[in-house]
Nanobody, 116 residues
Framework: QAQLVESGGGLVQPGGSLRLSCAASGSSFSLYGLDWYRQAPGMERELVARISIGGTPLNYADSVKGRFTISRDNAKNTVYLQMNSLKPEDTAVYYC?????????WGQGTQVTVSS
């Protein structure tokens, strides 16, 4: 199974940008559609964005449409999330995983904090 390692989070001011990465090792990552999720304190994990095996973005949560962009590089076994115009409500731990019901073991996530 793939081991997932998310990175790229940090503290950013409202209106700023971050690019998250999720690298996978040990499995056929490129054979799966991929998701980015996030979980804010006290909240359930929510789906943020989904991308197809071939690299076509499939859907975004309404709250991030027009601000976030998902992409992938199958040669590097990596999926990305470009986040622009960040808002305080985007503060959460961000995770990647396979789309659908078959999931890899969850990684540790990467913390994104949007605050002035």
């Amino acid at each position: 199974q793939a081991q997932l390692v998310e990175s790229g989070g940090g503290l950013v001011q409202p209106g700023g940008s971050l690019r998250l990465s999720c690298a996978a090792s040990g499995s056929s990552f490129s054979l799966y559609g991929l998701d980015w999720y996030r979980q804010a304190p006290g909240m359930e994990r929510e789906l943020v964005a989904r991308i197809s095996i071939g690299g076509t973005p499939l859907n975004y949560a309404d709250s991030v449409k027009g601000r976030f962009t998902i992409s992938r590089d199958n040669a590097k076994n990596t999926v990305y999330l470009q986040m622009n115009s960040l808002k305080p409500e985007d503060t959460a731990v961000y995770y990647c995983n396979a789309a659908g019901t078959t999931k890899f073991p969850w990684g540790q996530g990467t913390q994104v904090t949007v605050s002035s």
